[in-house]
């Protein structure tokens, strides 16, 4: 069943929901108006007979004043047989035979019902009666029911039967006025007005019927025309886009709701073809930029290996550099401490110079000192000689007497010759002396001059030599930099040759990713795309992921990459650090780098 309800279209789904709802409404309907009309009916014979029980009171009543009090004051009789001459029947008799005739006539019933009859056909004579009895015995004003009499449908109302009159009371022992003498019935025919009631809904219903026909014919072609269409038009649409034709439009007939919906499918299908007209432009925009990345990349690696050779033979070089540096620097340290050595024995030697020169001026003054004495000897032999020669006069002059002291006296002159002569000769002696005492003293003083002058070039030098040994000091640390920048240089182009790698790896990753796209965006037409424009869109990005088949550079990419990764691993020195960075993969301090992260370094 429910596939079946599945299956059935909207236009009829609707319209039989309908047909249910209406036939529900109209069921319900039918009986609700059924029901009042029951009421209506009964209503009708419930004031019928209220009419009727009226007038058997009023006659009653009117029967016992103007006939029976009339009667028995002519001497009349009252009974229940008044088949002789002088009786007349009782009001109750009267009222119940004049009902028995008029219910051979087929107008009502009506028959008093007593409870204590007097006579026995007033006593109840059915479970209505009796019933009746007992509910006005109980305080109901009335009591009605539809009953079945002799095959006939009945409508029964039962009211209270009251002694409203004196006679009444002479014939009820024991009543006062007032009282409940028994119960007024009236039944009255309902086949006729039922049978009436009956075709009239008969007809009301086929009414119905007919105009909800009518009805359902007009809603269906409504609902046809105004739902069932616009929704085949968008079951079309959306089948086409199920196929991947979205280039379908659904028709807009109304600003109701469904072509508002229509509407927005429409618009709906048109920003969709715009996106993915745009998805399948970007695709090629990425598919020519991976392109690109991977010939950047390929000649990045060319680079990267040229530039890690050059840093493997420049690190080796510095190292010699670095190794000859610190050698002069050590030469030159001893150089230094060689000349510090000399210039303190240079300078012990000035210091001895010095003192040299200073004897030497002391000679120089004990020889003048000398001079002067000799000078002195000189005089006194000079005037020895004189003395001498003023003696030898004198002696001379005495004659014999004064020949011993002219012997003495040419002995004092010989002496003071020989003391002049010897004067003469220490005077030239020493004349001499100080001459050579004075140019030895010269040459002391030019050999402390020299001195002083070498010690102020082995200062200079020892000087120019400690600049030397720190500005090897300082070149030995900065080319120790140098170094640690090269080493630093090569570590830094071993990642970077593990980034192109890892960019490579992305960049193909992106390439296959859009070849991917590219074929579930390729499943759907759009209006703003040819046959030419697709197949030009998916031959580049399958050129782009697979770059090998149309010449492109993986292939020599790969090669240069592991050119690179076997240089870096294979020639660096002990004290690098070897890194390893690959797709997915950790690098050598633990951290993971993601995608964002990679393009950011590289």
Same mark, same amino acid.
């Not at 009631?197 to 609902?223: F, T």
């Not at 000079?382 to 002219?406: I, K, M, P, S």
């Not at 010989?414 to 002049?420: D, K």
């Given at each position: ?339 510090? @050595? !000399?210039? %303190?024995? #240079?300078?012990? /030697? ?5 003192? *040299? $020169?200073? +004897?030497?001026?002391?000679? &120089? ?25 003023? @003696? !030898?006069? %004198?002696? #001379?002059?005495? /004659? ?5 002291? *002219? $012997?003495? +006296?040419?002995?004092?002159? &010989? ?188």
């Amino acid at each position: 069943m429910g596939k079946v309800w599945n299956s059935i279209g909207i236009g009829p789904k609707v319209v039989m929901t309908i047909m249910v709802v209406f036939s529900g409404l109209l069921a319900a309907g039918a009986y609700l108006l059924g029901q009042q009309l029951h009421s209506d009916l009964e209503r009708v014979l419930s004031d019928q007979a209220f009419i009727v029980q009226k007038q058997i009171e009023v006659t009653r009543a009117y029967v016992t004043k103007e006939f029976v009090v009339k009667a028995k004051a002519a001497g009349m009789n009252t009974g229940v047989d008044h088949s002789a001459p002088d009786t007349i029947p009782f009001p109750a008799t009267f009222a119940r035979e004049t009902s028995e005739l008029l219910a051979e006539e087929g107008v009502f019933n009506a028959r008093i019902v007593s409870l204590t009859p007097l006579n026995p056909k007033n006593a109840p004579q059915d479970a209505f009666e009796k019933e009746a009895l007992a509910a006005l015995a109980s305080g109901q004003k009335e009591f009605t029911k539809n009953d079945t009499v002799n095959g006939k449908m009945m409508f029964r109302r039962a009211t209270p039967d009251l002694a409203t009159a004196q006679a009444c009371i002479g014939c009820h022992e024991g009543k006062r006025i007032g009282d409940m003498l028994g119960a007024v019935s009236v039944q009255i025919p309902m086949d006729a007005p039922a049978a009436q009631l009956q075709e009239n809904l008969s007809n009301m219903y086929m009414g119905i019927l007919a105009v909800g026909v009518l009805m359902m014919g007009l809603l269906y072609l409504m609902i046809a025309k105004l739902v069932v269409q616009p929704m085949k038009s968008l079951e079309s649409m959306a089948v086409r886009a199920r196929e991947g034709d979205l280039t379908g439009r659904a028709s807009v007939n109304s600003q109701d709701e469904i072509g508002r919906t229509s509407e927005s499918f429409n618009m709906m299908f048109d920003r969709v073809s715009e996106v993915i007209a745009s998805v399948k432009t970007a695709v090629s925009g990425i598919t020519t930029g991976t392109s690109e990345i991977n010939a950047g990349t390929s000649d990045l690696a060319g680079r990267t290996s040229a530039q890690a050779g050059a840093l493997e033979e420049t690190s080796a070089s510095m190292e010699e550099m670095t190794s000859t540096i610190k050698q002069n620097a050590d030469n030159a340290k001893q150089a230094n401490q060689l000349a510090v @050595a !000399a210039r %303190e024995v #240079a300078e012990k /030697g000035g210091a001895v110079t010095d003192k *040299a $020169v200073e +004897a030497m001026d002391e000679i &120089n003054k004990s020889s003048k000192k000398i001079a002067d004495i000799i000078n002195v000897i000189d005089e006194i032999a000079f005037q020895t000689n004189l003395l001498a020669l003023n @003696a !030898a006069v %004198e002696a #001379a002059r005495a /004659g014999e007497q004064g020949r011993g002291f *002219a $012997v003495v +006296a040419s002995e004092v002159r &010989n002496l003071a010759q020989r003391s002049a002569t010897a004067a003469k000769e220490i005077k030239t002696l020493i004349n001499e002396s100080v001459q050579k005492v004075g140019g030895g003293s010269e040459l002391v003083n030019r050999s402390g001059q020299t001195l002083a002058e070498i010690v102020n070039s082995v200062k200079r030098v020892t000087d120019i030599i400690s600049e030397i040994s720190a500005a090897s000091q300082e070149q030995a640390a900065g080319i120790d930099q140098v170094n640690k920048a090269v080493m630093q240089m090569d570590q830094g182009t071993q990642q970077n040759a593990a980034l192109v790698e890892q960019a490579t790896s992305a960049s193909q990753s992106m390439a296959q990713q859009a070849e991917d796209l590219l074929r579930q965006v390729e499943f759907f037409k759009v209006q703003t795309e040819s046959g030419s424009q697709r197949s030009e869109i998916t031959a580049k990005t399958r050129a782009a992921v697979h770059p090998q088949s149309t010449g492109g550079s993986g292939p020599q990419y790969s090669r240069a990459v592991s050119s690179i990764t076997g240089t870096a691993q294979g020639k660096h020195s002990p004290n690098k650090r070897e890194v390893t960075v690959g797709v997915g993969s950790s690098a050598s301090n633990g951290h993971k780098k993601s995608g964002d992260d990679f393009f950011e370094e590289f």
